[in-house]
């Protein structure tokens, strides 16, 4: 099974990011919050070892790979790399409660500039904008295992999809 590119690349991506979430981790747990190096980290270690495994794919394939293989290998070194990922972080996650509410208190943090920013180009009067931000406060953004599954799904197709079909792309032969 570990002959396969996309198998092998797959695995590999799950320990790189395994890696460096635990670099952050005792650097600093707040990085692990932080929008721009998460979707840095998405988008860069991944587009590596997507790409690694296509062009092996297409060596194994004798220099000939079409368009839909390579989307195929892309994709599933995406999927097998995040889900790994994605459940080291949660068994992180919900076996550390300092670490939940440090990220759950990042969000609201974060919902409350993104309101703010929204408020600064509209005509939304003040008393909504009280009312809006009270509400925020009143019901704050929670960590669930549901909203990591759904953050799972959401990442097979931006980044994950989107990178595997632009490299299937710039790299198929045949």
Do not use: C
Request: no cysteine; glycine share 6%; charged share 20%.
């Amino acid at each position: 099974m570990l002959e396969k590119p996309a198998v092998k690349n797959g695995l590999l991506l799950a320990a790189v990011w395994i890696v460096v979430y635990a670099v952050m981790y005792f650097i600093n747990p707040e990085l692990l919050f932080n929008t721009g190096i998460s979707f840095a980290i998405s988008l860069l270690i991944p587009i590596y070892f997507i790409r690694k495994a296509i062009l092996e794919e297409r060596e194994i394939n004798e220099g000939v790979l079409s368009l839909g293989e390579g989307f195929v290998s892309g994709i599933l070194v995406y999927f097998i790399g995040a889900l790994l990922y994605f459940a080291v972080q949660g068994i992180h996650m919900f076996n550390d409660e300092k670490f939940k509410a440090d990220g759950e208190r990042i969000s609201m943090e974060m919902a409350e500039k993104t309101m703010q920013k929204v408020f600064q180009y509209t005509n939304i009067p003040e008393e909504e904008q009280e009312k809006a931000i009270a509400e925020l406060k009143a019901n704050p953004p929670t960590i669930s295992p549901f909203q990591m599954v759904i953050g799972f799904l959401i990442s097979l197709i931006f980044p994950g999809a989107i990178i595997a079909i632009i490299a299937a792309a710039a790299l198929k032969k045949g």
